[in-house]
């Protein structure tokens, strides 16, 4: 009776929780929609801003103080454009399927979190192999895995002299690897068999969902691919992902 009762507590608990989860879900893919319209809105003040200022910029007699204001307000928002066409591009719900250069799409979601990563004073290395060949996938869904695996990264590193190093590389059978290496806590031992879990997080209670992961390598596993965590407590992580080029390899 007793086993039955705890058995009927738990499952309980666990509909309660996917419940919330579930509610969460639905309000954030709210927000990303209406997000999307302000970010949307955004862009034409902005363009309003880069043209009146390099206007100005192309004035004569314009006091040198003033240039230099003028030059870095034209800096600042031509930044914010494109962070909002990248935020835009990155919410695109369209299948992306092409030919990627990994190196670029790397670059583009490093610029990306370049704030988040300052913000964590966190310096971001890379070591890119240029001679890579373009990987025929859906570009959308490659970037949401380096996304989730480098906010994992900065998210491990609370504290100031964080390092991320993102590395990629030519692999045999026609693939290209890339590995994202953190100098963070670590994942403790009990743990890292788990790390893909479903619903499974180390993170603080509110911090984490425990969906990142699991849906980052059920999506490298869709593209034919395979990912793989090191990592040692008190001595950082790695994360590497390997990818087919192939286009036969991909799964539909």
């Known amino acids: 009776m007793k086993d039955s009762a705890a058995r009927y507590s738990d499952e309980a608990i666990i509909t309660t929780d996917l419940l919330r989860q579930l509610a969460y879900n639905e309000k954030m893919a709210e927000l990303g929609k209406i997000s999307a319209g302000v970010v949307h809105e955004l862009n034409a003040p902005l363009s309003v801003i880069i043209s009146a200022s390099q206007m100005i910029m192309r004035e004569e007699g314009v006091p040198e103080a003033v240039q230099e204001m003028i030059s870095r307000i034209s800096s600042e928002a031509q930044r914010l454009s494109h962070l909002t066409k990248g935020l ?3 919410s695109s719900p369209d299948e992306t399927v092409s030919d990627v250069d990994l190196n670029l799409t790397i670059d583009f979601i490093l610029n990306f979190l370049n704030f988040e990563a300052a913000r964590r004073g966190v310096m971001v290395l890379k070591q890119l192999d240029y001679t890579l060949p373009t990987i025929r996938l859906d570009a959308n869904l490659l970037k949401q895995i380096l996304l989730n695996i480098i906010m ?17 590389a030519a692999v045999e059978a026609d693939g290209v690897s890339f590995a994202i290496t953190d100098n963070g806590p670590g ?4 743990a890292i068999d788990r790390i893909f879990d479903r619903y499974f997080t180390t993170k603080k209670p509110g911090e984490g969902t425990g969906l990142g992961l699991f849906v980052t390598k059920s999506l490298v596993e869709t593209m034919g691919g395979t990912i793989v965590v090191t990592s040692r407590n008190g001595g950082g992580t790695t994360f590497t992902v390997i990818l087919p080029v192939s286009e036969k390899h991909l799964k539909h």
Do not use: S
């Not at 994992?152 to 590395?167: I, P, S, T």
């Not at 994942?187 to 009990?190: G, N, R, S």
């Open 88 to 90: 835009l591009n990155f």
């Open 152 to 168: 994992n990264a900065l998210q491990a590193m609370e504290r100031d002299g964080g390092k991320l190093l993102v590395e990629t």
């Open 187 to 190: 994942i403790p031992a009990e």
